[in-house]
């Protein structure tokens, strides 16, 4: 099992600005995920992140939005840039268990109120 | 594409009651199910996984039944309990060729149960 700690928990900003969240890993993994999870809905895969190369962005999820940080195999940020109230959402951390079959670990998740 | 798909909620059960909450998946291959527990202001929890037809996941008096015939996925609880109230998300993971997994998850089904 992986425990994962994402900062901060939750954060109400201003529109205009950007936000950063931490997630720390307990172990070393080779990627880590970050989702998004708007009011009332399902989770939605923002990105991969690989230590030592750039991040994989999903459809309709790009760099300038959400720059992404992996400087090593235990941590990993996410910022959500020039924010509007539309990127109120949870964002959440996660890695894989690294084997087929094996399951998905999370943070608790950074709830964001943009306003 | 992979999808999941699960009953709309939300679901309003009396304590003691019987708890069905329909999965059905669409993919290609072989993937994993798994079922997801979101308590409020946290992550998503691991609640119970298969990994190959006809595999029975249980945990905490919940269990569904991995069935490739009717590709569902369904989870059942005999006796919910007000601790059982929750977000509930039915997931699979499909590989991505020596890429690690890919995870979709369904809309989440919200459970209330009532003292």
């Known amino acids: 099992s992986a425990v994962i700690s994402q900062k901060p928990s939750r954060d109400i900003c201003q529109r205009g600005t950007s936000l950063t969240i931490q997630c720390q890993v307990d172990s070393q993994v080779t990627m880590m995920f970050w989702y998004r999870q708007q009011p009332g809905q399902s989770l939605t895969l923002i990105a991969t992140?690989?230590?030592?190369?750039?991040?994989?962005?999903e459809s309709g999820f790009v760099i300038d939005k959400f720059p992404i940080s992996r400087p090593n195999l235990t941590f990993s940020t996410l910022t959500v840039s020039n924010m509007s109230p539309e990127d109120s959402s949870i964002y959440l951390c996660s890695v894989e268990a690294g084997r087929i079959g094996g399951e998905a670990f999370f943070g608790q998740g950074t709830r964001l109120t943009v306003v | 594409g992979n999808s999941v798909t699960q009953m709309e909620g939300p679901v309003t059960l009396s304590e003691e009651a019987f708890l069905t909450i329909n999965c059905t998946y669409t993919?290609?291959?072989?993937?994993?199910l798994f079922w997801y527990v979101q308590y409020p202001g946290e992550g998503l929890q691991l609640l119970l996984k298969a990994t190959k037809a006809d595999d029975k996941g249980s945990n905490k008096g919940f269990e569904a039944t991995y069935r490739k015939e009717t590709t569902s996925f369904h989870l059942e609880k005999g006796s919910v309990q007000v601790s059982d109230s929750a977000v509930y998300f039915c997931a699979l993971s499909a590989s991505r060729g020596g890429y690690g997994q890919n995870f979709v998850f369904g809309p989440g089904t919200r459970l209330s149960v009532l003292p």
């Open positions: 993919a290609t291959g072989y993937p994993s």
């Open positions: 992140a690989n230590q030592g190369s750039e991040a994989t962005y």
